[in-house]
């Protein structure tokens, strides 16, 4: 199969999804993920200290953990669900 051109993951990931990224143990990743301009990453690896600090000189956010899942099955009031999301974007 062929995979998306360079060009194309560099304007998706720009894109609707805040930039995103999950790294577990490479620093080298996570800092590669940083210089395409993602805004947020997930990363528990050695170093945590230096790619964080690295990120914030940018204006990213290194995660360490993993965010709660955020459940909307437990109440189908339309204002509930929104005022859920909200709760759990602050956090």
């Known amino acids: 199969g062929s995979r998306p051109s360079s060009a194309w993951r560099r304007r998706s990931s720009r894109r609707g999804d805040r930039g995103r990224a999950r790294l577990r143990r490479h620093a080298g990743h996570a800092l590669a993920a940083?210089?395409?301009g993602?805004?947020?990453i997930?990363?528990?690896g050695p170093s945590f200290e230096a790619v964080s600090d690295i990120?914030?000189?940018s204006g990213a956010t290194v995660l360490r953990g993993r965010?709660?899942?955020l459940d909307l099955a437990e109440d189908g009031d339309?204002?509930?669900l929104i005022e859920a999301c909200r709760?759990?974007?602050r956090e």
Do not use: F, G, K
């Open 34 to 36: 940083l210089r395409q």
């Open 38 to 40: 993602l805004e947020i």
């Open 42 to 44: 997930r990363y528990d």
């Open 55 to 57: 990120a914030a000189q």
């Open 67 to 69: 965010p709660r899942a």
């Open 78 to 80: 339309p204002a509930a």
């Open 87 to 89: 709760r759990w974007l």
